[in-house]
């Protein structure tokens, strides 16, 4: 009787024990499930966060030239590793141009006094006269081919005001704007031009010469167009 007595008692403290381990297995494997869904969660916050943040810095920084975001009244200066700024002349255009397959929206347009740090000094040889500090008119564009087909196409063929010229190889922000435009494809960015001769307190507008948009054979589909911009 004794010896069935402790077996019981044995089987008894010997089920309790299991139960007991699995209850916190289960709460260890839920506290687990737990750490690793909020791990997750923080892990996938972070990469859309740096993704937004690199979309972001691939519009609104160049290497080239510093951040004028912050530059809205005349007279503003902005500084950073790339150099130091002064807003000259703003203008508030921002409009669509259709030119054929293309639509070209031009925007923020401004005219600003650089000196550039020591370490682009150099790169600035071959765009102005005295490559120390120079003048320059930055413009931002989205180009859009609306077609089925690839076009080519420059936003900026000639860049013009009162008594100056630029082509589109004075562009020194160097986006990548010019060129072929797979079907639907859409690119944003922004161009820079050196002004040697223009006195930009003074300049009160300038005007924008696109190309042709030309076909896979460089045969031209539709003229270009020029546009006004006031400032």
């Given at each position: 009787?004794?010896?069935?007595?402790?077996?019981?008692?044995?089987?008894?403290?010997?089920?309790?024990?299991?139960?007991?381990?699995?209850?916190?297995?289960?709460?260890?494997?839920?506290?687990e499930s737990s750490t690793k869904t909020a791990e997750q969660s923080e892990t996938n916050?972070?990469?859309?966060?740096?993704?937004?943040?690199?979309?972001?810095?691939?519009?609104?920084?160049?290497?080239?030239?510093?951040?004028?975001?912050?530059?809205?009244?005349?007279?503003?200066?902005?500084e950073d590793q790339d150099g130091s700024i002064t807003l000259k002349a703003i203008s508030n255009y921002d409009e669509t141009t259709t030119i054929g397959d293309i639509e070209l929206t031009v925007s923020d347009v401004k005219a600003m006094n650089y000196s550039p740090s020591p370490d682009l000094v150099d790169f600035f040889h071959g765009y102005s006269d005295n490559e120390t500090q120079f003048n320059y008119v930055k413009l931002r564009v989205t180009v859009k081919n609306t077609s089925d087909q690839a076009v080519n196409f420059a936003p900026v063929s000639v860049l013009e005001t009162s008594n100056e010229k630029k082509g589109f190889e004075d562009d020194f922000y160097l986006e990548n704007l010019y060129g072929d435009y797979?079907?639907?494809?859409?690119?944003?960015?922004?161009?820079?031009?050196?002004?040697?001769?223009?006195?930009?307190?003074k300049l009160e507008s300038i005007t924008v010469h696109t190309s042709d948009v030309f076909d896979e054979k460089k045969e031209s589909l539709t003229k270009g167009k020029s546009i006004s911009i006031p400032f």
């Open positions: 009787m004794n010896y069935v007595l402790v077996t019981l008692l044995s089987a008894s403290l010997f089920l309790g024990g299991c139960a007991a381990n699995n209850e916190k297995q289960n709460a260890g494997s839920q506290d916050q972070n990469t859309e966060a740096a993704k937004k943040e690199s979309t972001d810095n691939s519009i609104m920084d160049s290497p080239q030239a510093p951040d004028d975001t912050s530059l809205t009244e005349v007279g503003q200066t902005f797979a079907p639907g494809e859409e690119k944003t960015g922004q161009l820079g031009f050196v002004l040697n001769k223009t006195d930009v307190e």
